[in-house]
């Protein structure tokens, strides 16, 4: 199912909608995602949702624990109307399990400087 990380753009894109369509999918939320979720109206279907259709369009960004990576993925949802949301996700070397360490409207992403992702603004 899943190659070596990182992975580029189009191959992360292929790789998290198939890890959610697994029906072994095993999601867990860091409380920073959870009260994104709250904040912004959204759901954890919203979520799903944005993993199984949405598309990373960045390169990955190391994550804290050697060998993972981090990848936005950006998307519309039934709950986001005309708004586009990022899932920040890391997925997991092995198997079906992917962690949510952010939600974000991604307009608003791109107003405001740096970023969970780990891009920052030019000061």
């Excluded at 697994?22 to 867990?28: F, R």
């Excluded at 860091?30 to 369009?57: C, P, T, W």
């Excluded at 709950?79 to 997991?92: Q, T």
Aim: net charge positive.
């Amino acid at each position: 199912m899943t190659t070596t990380q990182p992975w580029d753009a189009g191959r992360a894109t292929i790789e998290i909608r198939s890890i959610a369509r697994n029906q072994k999918l095993n999601i867990s939320y860091k409380l920073h995602a959870q009260d994104r979720l709250s904040e912004r109206g959204l759901i954890m279907s919203d979520v799903l949702h944005a993993l199984k259709f949405g598309n990373v369009y960045q390169p990955p960004v190391p994550a804290t624990r050697p060998g993972h990576f981090r990848y936005r993925v950006e998307c519309k949802t039934p709950n986001s109307g005309s708004r586009s949301i990022g899932v920040v996700i890391i997925p997991s070397k092995n198997g079906c399990l992917v962690k949510v360490i952010s939600v974000m409207w991604i307009d608003e992403f791109e107003r405001k400087a740096g970023s969970i992702i780990g891009v920052e603004a030019d000061e």
